[in-house]
Structures are given as C-alpha cells and as structure tokens.
C-alpha cells in the first residue's frame, strides 16, 4: 500500500492562512466535504477525536499533525496535506499536556479499517525522514508534496 496513492492534489493546501485548529480542520473539511470525500458527520468527529486523542508530533526540528477519524465518516479514502503558513497549536500524540506548533497537517480520511493501521505505519516511516518534513514544509506547490510522496521508498 503506497501512501502517495492516497494523496489527493486537490485536497493539498500549500500556505493556508489559518488562526487556530478548529479553522483549520473547518477548511480542510469544507474542501473535502464539497469534493464528496467526507460526510457531514466527518468535522464534529474529527474534532471530537483529536481533543481525546491528539496527534501532534515533534520530530527534530519540525513539528506535524495526523488527524484522523472512524471510517463511517469517510466516502472516499484520501489523505488531505495542508502546510501552513504559521504553524498552530496541537496538542502532542505522546503527551497530551503538551503542545506543539505544527507547520504541516496530514488529515487521514480511511475508511477501511486495516488501511488506516498501514497508512499510519507507511506515514510514521515517511516523516522520521527529517529530510522529508523539510521537504513537505517548505513546499512551493501541490506539484512539490505529490513529488515528494511518490519519490519516497516504504520498507
């Protein structure tokens, strides 16, 4: 399972003005919602997730999110990138009493349930590679994230 076979170029936001999480996970959700991604249920889960189980992640200098919700919620699999153009505050995946400020959000929408394991084992793979998330971060365009994720080898 490839995770750049997930990526979606019209779901990739490359210097998204955002103030706070809940506008960003709003935009994400309004791209995907209209694209006939997600359903309606997708954003109050996605936010109910993350407030439970955070998914902020530090790694190296750079700091990322995965948010992720149930497959109910999802129509069609995808992976939806958003570099930000500040980071925001999420709260971290090991330690939920701390935050982090992410610069790149990778938003899973799977809806079988044995694809989200894999993606998120091919993704952790992916970015403990500080080369990829510098990458990924300074990205110029939606053509540089789709390079850099189907350049990319899983073991």
Known sequence: MAVASFIKESLINVGLKVENQDEL??????????????????L??????ESIFPTGLSVNNYSIAIPHTDPEHVVEQFIAVSVLE????FHLMEDNTKTTE?????????????S???VLQELMQVIQVEE?????????DKSDITALFESIKIL
Do not use: C, D, W
């Not at 996970?25 to 997708?42: D, R, S």
């Not at 990829?132 to 110029?140: C, D, G, R, V």
């Open 102 to 114: 992410v610069q790149a959000v990778l938003m899973l929408g799977l809806n079988q349930p044995h």
């Open 44 to 49: 109050p889960k996605i936010k109910e997730r």
């Open 25 to 42: 996970f709003n935009a994400m959700f309004e791209k995907a919602y209209k694209q006939g991604f997600v359903k309606e249920t997708f």
């Open 132 to 140: 990829h998330l510098e990458k990924l971060i300074h990205a110029k």
């Open 86 to 89: 500040k980071p925001v505050s």
């Open 116 to 118: 989200q394991i894999e």
